[in-house]
């Protein structure tokens, strides 16, 4: 039997607690359309997901994963997270997948059909594309406004800065604002001029032998690849900080990187067109250290 490349494993639906049942496996691409065109995942993206890498079968980071998972859920009001159900799902999705070097694994919860008191969950797994060029060549990067002060979090938490929701709309939109202007990713900047994330990474700089990563408070998803990272950091002789930064800190950074689950340490190679250092001896080391995660 082939082992299909786009597996599907749908939660049954729940009610405030998951059901027991690990639902059932289906190839995403042969199976009818799971999805009822009355959720609201697809009529208002409200939900929550996870996207979690698979490297040789081991989902990486998962503890960090589900607590972020029920985190998302906490600040959406969603019902709270069954960890065991969740774990279950993505590891027999991983297991699937355990013939690939990189794969990933996206877990989504919503809020159901429209007037409805059942969730909606499913697991999505499927093999990692190519990342080469990004990890080894680098990205340009755009500053773009996210328009929303670093106080975000505590002054309007109905915002939901820093939540793992489904409506990326606006983050899909800032890539494609730096498309327009010739570059390759955003890191978003705050209204009073902090700099904060990108669109689907973390940003980390170095400024000599730290590594520096702007904090959780700035409304920003907590991001489970730069905590294995600065974990990692003594091995390269490298301190850590999390702290304020602003452009100018990047613009005078050692090096810079965007970091994120899938596409692992992406260096910055430039800045509003503004060259960086591309760091390749450290990038190669992340990059290795990331795939070699067994956990
Ligand atoms: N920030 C945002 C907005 C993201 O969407 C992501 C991941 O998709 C990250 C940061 C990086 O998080 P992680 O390293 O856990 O993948």
Redesign the pocket.
């Known amino acids: 039997m082939t082992v299909p490349q786009h597996l599907l494993l749908v939660i049954p639906p729940h009610s405030a607690a998951l059901a027991e049942s690990a639902g059932h496996l289906v190839d995403a691409e042969v199976e009818h359309p799971q999805l009822s065109v009355l959720d609201v995942a697809a009529t208002r993206g409200d939900g929550i997901f ?2 979690i ?1 698979i490297g040789r079968g081991h989902p990486q ?1 998962f503890d ?2 589900l607590a ?1 998972f029920a985190r998302s859920a906490r600040m959406l009001d969603l019902p709270a997270i069954d960890e065991t159900l969740w774990r279950d799902a993505v590891l027999a999705l991983a297991d699937r997948l355990a013939d690939h070097d990189e794969a990933w694994v996206k877990i989504v919860l919503t809020r159901g059909i429209e007037g409805q008191p059942a969730p909606t969950g499913w697991a999505y797994g499927t093999v990692s594309p190519e990342f080469r060029r990004e990890r080894t060549e680098g990205v340009d990067v755009v500053l773009l406004d996210r328009g929303l002060r670093s106080d975000v979090s505590t002054t309007s938490p109905w915002l939901l800065a820093g939540a ?1 929701t489904l409506s ?1 709309a606006v ?1 899909r939109a800032a890539v494609r604002e730096a498309q327009r202007r010739g570059a390759d990713d955003v890191v978003f900047v705050s209204s009073d001029g902090m700099l904060l ?6 940003l980390v700089i170095r400024r000599g032998e730290q590594l520096a990563t702007p904090p959780d408070a700035f409304g ?8 294995d990272l600065f974990a990692a950091a003594d091995q390269w002789g490298l301190s850590t900080a999390v702290e304020p930064l602003t452009a100018d800190d990047l613009f005078g950074a050692d090096a810079a990187w965007l ?4 596409r692992h340490a992406a260096p910055v190679r430039s800045v509003d067109a503004r060259p960086l250092t591309v760091d390749a001896p450290l990038t190669a080391a992340m990059n290795g250290f990331l795939r070699a995660r067994t956990a």
């Open positions: 996870e996207t890498s980071a960090a994963h972020r793992k990326y983050n994330e990108g669109p689907t990474s973390t920003i998803l907590p991001g489970t690849t730069q905590v970091v994120s689950s899938v």
